[in-house]
């Protein structure tokens, strides 16, 4: 049973790049959500999407944006990016149900490096 | 803005003993909570759910709820060095986002 999977694995990017990051979700999940996670700091939500629709959005400007198509899978993009954007990206997903009760299993995350 | 608030740490305890790892939370009405533990440079994985107060145990890992106090823990058993972390406490947040804390981190010394 293959878990959430993310790539790339890593990335080097220089400000003012745009950059697509991808996650695809665990088997028989349909949600997937995305956190930013900087140094030394808990993940933070970015957005989630469910049905191929962004249901719910984090504290975060409208340079991130994100889509999800119909196998499930997602990518989020990051326009005009700053130094503040270097973190760790996380995709996680979760089956359908009652919504505070689904857990969210994470990827292996995306580690990205804006110079 | 709804809170989650770890104590940093680093809480340091000896290889066999118990390691007790707190968190509390602002929202009154939440109804699951989560505890994810993460190595250095990895992604978070799960450890335990809980939703009704009191204790669950799961091998040498238990939670503990109180959600009169807003607070819950982990409690780890016969702690290991493989056990050395960072933990996470996780709350929703409006119900689809996980709100976490900044997390503990916790040294298992042989």
Known sequence: DAGVTQSPTHLIKTRGQQVTLRCSPKSGHDTVSWYQQALGQGPQFIFQYYEEEERQRGNFPDRFSGHQFPNYSSELNVNALLLGDSALYLCASSLPGLAEMDTQYFGPGTRLTVL | ?110
């Not at chain 2, 040498?60 to 807003?70: E, Y």
């Open chain 2, 1 to 110: 803005q709804k809170e989650v608030e770890q104590n940093s740490g680093p809480l340091s305890v000896p290889e066999g003993a118990i390691a007790s790892l707190n968190c509390t939370y602002s929202d009154r009405v939440s109804q699951s909570f989560f505890w994810y533990r993460q190595y250095s440079g990895k992604s978070p994985e799960l450890i335990m759910s809980i939703y009704s107060n009191g204790d669950k145990e799961d091998g040498r890992f238990t939670a503990q709820l109180n959600k009169a106090s807003q607070y819950v823990s982990l409690l780890i058993r016969d702690s290991q060095p493989s056990d050395s972390a960072t933990y996470l406490c996780a709350v929703p947040n409006s119900g689809y986002a996980l709100n976490f804390g900044k997390g503990t981190s916790l040294l298992v010394t042989p």
